[in-house]
């Protein structure tokens, strides 16, 4: 499949890993927006939020479980982080595999 996220899962494409297990990957974003900008994605393609279901969300309660641990050992949980996914065109998604940014290092005012 021809899914940039897939490919770095499979590490087709490298990536700068900072967490991983059997269900999620964690990498710094290439184009951070955030002193800490981390990408964390299934290890299975589920296209966007739209596409969570009961059979995958056993990954995304997995992710919800493990960002206040990679963002512990990062350094920047007890400062707080923001957590944000983008689903669709509207959304701004522009990688079509369902991910979540983390962002760090830095206080946000307004959502
Ligand atoms: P989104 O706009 O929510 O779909 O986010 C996609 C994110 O993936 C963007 O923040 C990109 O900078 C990031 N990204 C795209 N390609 C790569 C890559 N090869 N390595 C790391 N991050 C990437
Ligand atoms: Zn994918």
């Known amino acids: 499949m021809d899914c940039i996220f897939c490919k770095i899962i499979d590490g087709e494409i490298p990536s700068t890993k900072v967490y991983e297990d059997d ?4 990498f710094r974003d ?7 900008h ?3 994605v299934p290890k299975c393609h589920i296209q966007s939020a739209n ?6 969300v056993k990954y995304v309660a997995a992710i919800w479980e493990q960002i206040p641990k990679i963002a ?3 350094g920047f949980g007890k400062d707080g982080y923001r957590v944000v996914n983008n689903c669709g065109e509207n959304g701004g998604q522009t ?12 206080k946000y005012i307004d959502l």
């Open 23 to 26: 269900m999620m990957l964690a």
């Open 72 to 74: 512990e050992s990062l």
């Open 51 to 56: 596409e969570i279901t009961s059979e995958n």
């Open 95 to 106: 990688v079509p595999h369902l991910h979540f940014h983390v962002l760090g290092g830095k």
């Open 38 to 40: 981390i990408v964390i």
């Open 30 to 36: 290439i184009n951070p927006q955030a002193p800490e």
